[in-house]
């Protein structure tokens, strides 16, 4: 891992079993279902849903710092708490990592292959359920710089120093799915015109863990993503993105990453913006 940019930001399974007692570590599992959790976590992780605790009903991230300032404070997390995030999907840790830099606290770690790779190792796993103390973590506005709207994403498809860069599957790309299943009544599938795509899942191992940093770099310069563009990811509803802004930012260095959260939900909705079905025919 010494090849990234930032290694700090990756632990593996073997460092977190060395760390599992400490007192200033709070372990999260992301998911969007908790049965995993229920059956079978690592010990001393909490749970956090994603559908329920960090989404709205219209399928936008929430970005209250009130919610997530609850979300700290029940899972006992405080300003001085390294946290260590994962999930059944290994990219989930990283998406993760993209939300609580949003939200300031910079003491988080990202569990290189997920649970996949926490299992595969012989890591322990147990089914009762984690207690902890609540604390107070009071919350300011989300940090602007993470993120991009918009405004100037449509600003951006006639600018050649910024790359739109779509990280959803070739299906979400060419518009036969809208956010997980095909396009119904008024939903519109497609992409933004000149985006790059790249599905993210690309710059997995299989078995979960991060490409190396010369496999990831070669992977995104062979689309033309360079360090010297900024780069906007966008995905369905901003969770893939926030991983691949992850990716470019922490393992590869990029200085000019921010993540479009709002994605392909907020896009396909705004009015009078333009919409493309495949790399020929827009809408």
Not at 136 to 150: K, T
Request: charged share 15%; aromatic share 10%; proline share 7%.
């Amino acid at each position: 891992m010494s090849q990234y940019a930032h290694p700090e930001v990756l632990v593996d399974p073997q460092w977190l079993m060395a760390h599992l007692q400490d007192s200033n570590l709070r372990i999260l599992e992301v998911a969007m279902s908790p049965e995993t959790y229920r059956n079978s976590h690592i010990p001393g992780a909490v749970f956090w849903h994603i559908g329920t605790e960090l989404m709205t009903p219209d399928m936008s991230l929430n970005l209250d710092p009130t919610v997530f300032s609850s979300l700290l404070s029940k899972s006992g997390i405080t300003a001085d708490t390294t946290v260590v995030a994962y999930g059944s999907y290994p990219g989930t840790s990283a998406f993760m990592f993209w939300l609580f830099k949003l939200f300031g606290h910079h003491n988080i770690k990202v569990l290189n292959g997920g649970y996949q790779q926490w299992i595969a190792t012989g890591g322990p796993v147990i089914p009762e359920l984690s207690t902890v103390s609540a604390t107070e973590y009071p919350l300011e506005a989300p940090d602007a710089s993470l993120r991009v709207l918009s405004a100037e994403v449509l600003t951006a498809l006639d600018r050649p120093d910024q790359v739109l860069l779509d990280v959803r599957t070739q299906a979400e790309f060419a518009g036969d799915i809208y956010l997980m299943e095909p396009p119904q009544g008024g939903e519109v599938g497609g992409h933004i015109p000149g985006a790059v795509h790249l599905d993210h899942a690309r710059t997995l191992n299989e078995d979960g863990t991060f490409k190396s940093a010369d496999e990831l770099q070669a992977l995104f310069q062979q689309q033309g993503i360079t360090a010297d563009k900024e780069i906007f990811p966008y995905c369905a509803i901003g969770g893939r993105s926030a991983y691949t802004w992850f990716v470019l930012k922490y393992l590869l260095g990029y200085p000019q990453v921010r993540n479009y959260d709002g994605s392909w939900r907020e896009w396909s909705r705004l009015p009078n913006v333009p919409i493309q079905r495949s790399q020929t025919t827009p809408l």
